[in-house]
């Protein structure tokens, strides 16, 4: 009898603790025992080590010198002085390895983080912009840089850009973040005095206003519907990092999806067959 009462205890303690360590399972699955940043790996990787992105790049700034050249002999005498508009990270500047510490941290996008390498002025020169930046102002075309960081770091972003040898990296061409990430009104301000003859931008809202806050399936019905453009008068630069595809396309605007469900998002709206 007695060993009948000890097995009985014996039993109950392995299903209770069965029970217990599957609840605790189960709640680091939910939580998101999945590493942080564990699926942008790859497109760091991609963006650091592959010659076929150094080869998109140069190919993108090879197609904007050659339809500035074209633009350039069929406007012998332009109502306005030329201008292109460029966005910044991932446009001109490489900052592959501020992704690179969020992986290593195993953390998400913090500002003050964003904050530490934008100080530290070490992002390098997106192959082939250099060199077509410095072309457009030969030709007598200046470069106005609207970009999303923050007015705060204005100082340190042109730095940074004349470190590489960008130019008209001062005051009245750099337009960062103030008060709104919409880039409309600083094309606008530009257009006031300028004729923008190209844009280039790696995120679509580097380029038009009709681009922002949409779902994927508009964002590519729109692509679709300015298919001639891309190429002309807009040129885009590969980034698979990060992006409006990512937050307002597969996450769907929200912020404050746990990392579990951003893993299980990932993987939904992949296709398979």
Not at 41 to 55: D, F, H
Not at 120 to 141: D, R
Not at 144 to 149: D, G, H, M
Not at 201 to 221: K, M, P, Q, W, Y
């Amino acid at each position: 009898m007695k060993n009948h009462k000890l097995l009985i205890i014996i039993f109950t303690f392995i299903f209770l603790y069965g029970c217990r360590t599957q609840q605790v399972q189960s709640k680091q699955e939910v939580n998101g025992n999945i590493p942080l940043r564990e699926y942008s790996i790859q497109a760091v990787l991609w963006q650091q080590n592959a010659a076929e992105y150094r080869a998109l790049a140069y190919q993108a700034f090879n197609l904007a010198q050659l339809q500035l050249d074209n633009i350039i002999a069929n406007n012998k005498e332009p109502k306005k002085p030329l201008a292109i508009v460029t966005d910044i990270d991932e446009t001109l500047l490489d900052n592959s390895p501020y992704s690179g510490k969020q992986i290593e941290l195993d953390e998400e996008y913090t500002s003050l983080r964003w904050a530490e390498w934008v100080k530290l002025k070490k992002a390098e020169a997106i192959p082939g912009a250099l060199q077509f930046f410095n072309y457009a102002k030969s030709k007598g075309v200046e470069v106005f840089y609207i970009s999303n960081r923050s007015v705060k770091q204005k100082n340190e972003t042109i730095e940074n850009l004349v470190l590489k040898g960008f130019p008209f990296a001062d005051n009245a061409h750099v337009l960062l973040k103030d008060e709104t990430s919409g880039k409309e009104p600083r094309r606008l301000l530009v257009q006031e005095n300028f004729e923008i003859v190209l844009l280039i931008g790696d995120n679509l809202s580097d380029f038009s206003e009709t681009f922002e806050n949409s779902s994927t399936a508009v964002r590519n019905n729109k692509v679709d519907s300015l298919k001639s453009i891309f190429g002309t008068t807009f040129i885009v630069l590969p980034n698979p990092m990060y992006g409006d595809w990512e937050t307002k396309g597969i996450m769907e605007g929200k912020y404050d999806w746990t990392n579990f469900q951003k893993d299980s998002l990932r993987v939904k709206k992949i296709k398979t067959y």
